[in-house]
Every structure is written in structure tokens, then in C-alpha cells.
């Protein structure tokens, strides 16, 4: 069983930055791949970015790529998210999941999400 827990959500800017962090329990973090995922109104949740369980592999959706960076802390049982140059299409619910691979958009453990919000 793993427990995620996000931080760091707010209101910016656009062009603004925010940092998102997903707190992990469990003394397995760093065997699993992460990800981020955001759910907009109206809108399906979608898939933002992946790392893999190491650090060394990240993957990103076209739309926040050279934007957004995914990392990782397995010392800390940490996943973060930095998002800059903030668009108010990025207004959402942020989620971290554990992924059922890196390359995978599957997830069996979510955080309870934390609101970015986007003013123009």
C-alpha cells in the first residue's frame, strides 16, 4: 500500500511558476515509476509526465514538454513538478500516481490532488 500526498498548488500568473510535491509512503518508493497527471473541468484526466524509478528516464506529454520537469527524491520519498511559463490551459488538478511501468498511464495509487489555477 502506498500513500501519496501533493503540495504546493495555487494561483499564478500566467508565465508564472509553481512547484508541485507528492509525498510518498512506504519503503518501496524507489522501485516504482511516477507520474503526474491533471483532470481540468469538464475533462478526462490526462497524462502529463513520467519518471522512471532511478530518476534517470522522464517522459512528458507535447503540450509541457520544455515547460514542465518532472524529478525525484527516493531519499526522501519525493516526487516533484516544476511548471513554468504557466498558461491558464494548465488550470487543473494536479495528481502524482505510481504507474504500473514507465511506460504506462496506469495507476492503482493516487494522491487526493492539489488545484493549479491559471489567471490570464
Known amino acids: 500500500q502506498v500513500q501519496l500526498v501533493e503540495s504546493g498548488g495555487g494561483l499564478v500568473q500566467a508565465g508564472g511558476s509553481l512547484r508541485l510535491s507528492c509525498a510518498a509512503s512506504?519503503?518501496?518508493?524507489?522501485?516504482?515509476?511516477m507520474g503526474w497527471f491533471r483532470q481540468a473541468p469538464g475533462k478526462e484526466r490526462e497524462f502529463i509526465a513520467a519518471?522512471?524509478?532511478?530518476?534517470?528516464?522522464?517522459r512528458y506529454v507535447d503540450s509541457v514538454k520544455g515547460r514542465f520537469t518532472i524529478s525525484r527524491d527516493n531519499a526522501k520519498n519525493t516526487v516533484n513538478l516544476q511548471m513554468n511559463s504557466l498558461k491558464p490551459e494548465d488550470t487543473a488538478v494536479y495528481y502524482c500516481a505510481v504507474l504500473r511501468g514507465y511506460y504506462s498511464q496506469v495507476s492503482d495509487y493516487w494522491g487526493q490532488g492539489t488545484q493549479v489555477t491559471v489567471s490570464s
Open positions: 512506504g519503503r518501496t518508493f524507489r522501485l516504482y515509476a
Open positions: 519518471i522512471s524509478s532511478g530518476g534517470s528516464s522522464t
